[in-house]
């Protein structure tokens, strides 16, 4: 596997406009705001002299970028440099953002600041832990096994038809995930997909010693091409700055073998080969002690209960075959 030239630096600032370049045969793409540009803004998303700020650290607002050109590539990695910093407080903070690979494209919604019932990829950072804090409000708890620790990167593959259950945190559809401390960083955070031979693999470079740490590796992930790459952000009652200041696209030279080519047939529909990954999600953390004291009694109580009709029809009907010979 080789790595060829960088085919794009999304959002890099070259004299005093953006620019697409690539890194050996420097050729140039315009990415501004204009008509000709290969990226388009949405919703608040703001460009500055050094970053995209998809979103201030205010409430209820949401701002994405879109490519206007597909990505046709077999095998690609995409590095995205990223920061999320505001005014709140550990877990008084949100919403978080997306990194997409979908077959839509500008169109705002629910799923940080993207469509529900999206066809493609998409990445997550949650920095708010909904489900935690619906449970709380109804005094339950989750298990130390079972908790997790936000800010958390998760990824999940839709087909159009599967929602993001934004209460459970997508629990439900996810493919798995990871914990990522990256708010309020001083030093740089940077998240790495690499989808190469139908393998989906996410790493994160987040605590500032320039390496790279596993996030999530799945196999049999099976993504069409000519879709867009697009990333995305929201906030809510709660709020944050999501700055992307750069993301790079690579294409990944694999070599194959005759019969890996024809294996690998056209995908239309994104799909995950195992799909038990998609299964819908069961609380892990099964029932409460309380629960589990009240099934157990009440199944003992219906058991008894059986066990003493019985032996009164058993008694009765004893009773009756007995004077049938007197």
Known sequence: MRTQACLYVFLQRRSGHWRAVNSEKCTEHGI?????????QMGDALVTTDHVRLTPDQQSKQGAI????????????LQVHF??????????????????????RMQKGPVFGNRDFFTGLGVFVDTYPNEEKLMEAQRKRYTP???????????????????????????????????????????????????????LTIMLDIDG??????????????????????????????????DLISMKL?????????????????????SVD??????PYTDAEGMSSIAIFFSVLFSMLGVFLLVVVGLVLYGHWSESRRKRFY
Not at 34 to 40: N, Y
Not at 83 to 104: F, M, P, S, V
Not at 210 to 216: A, K
């Open 66 to 77: 879109w490519s206007r050109i597909p990505c046709h590539l077999r095998d690609w990695e």
């Open 209 to 242: 010693q320039h390496e790279w740490r596993d996030c999530l590796d799945v196999p049999g992930v099976r993504l069409p091409q000519g879709f867009y790459f697009g990333i995305s952000a929201i906030t809510g009652d709660l709020s944050d700055n999501h």
């Open 145 to 199: 096994r079972t908790q997790r620790i936000f800010p958390y990167v998760l990824a999940m593959v839709g087909n159009g038809t599967i929602s993001y259950d934004h209460e459970r945190d997508g629990r439900p559809t996810e493919l798995g995930g990871c914990n990522a401390m990256v708010r309020n960083l001083k030093h740089d955070t940077f998240l790495f997909i690499r989808y190469v031979r139908r393998r």
């Open 32 to 40: 501004g705001v204009s008509g000709s540009s290969h990226w388009e």
């Open 83 to 104: 920061k999320i910093h505001g005014q709140g407080k550990k877990n008084l903070n949100g919403d978080g953002l997306a990194i997409w690979y979908t077959k839509e």
């Open 250 to 270: 690579y294409q990944l030279t694999i070599l194959r073998s005759k019969q890996e080519d024809v294996e690998e047939q056209e995908v239309l529909i994104p």
């Open 274 to 279: 195992n799909m038990e990954l998609l299964r």
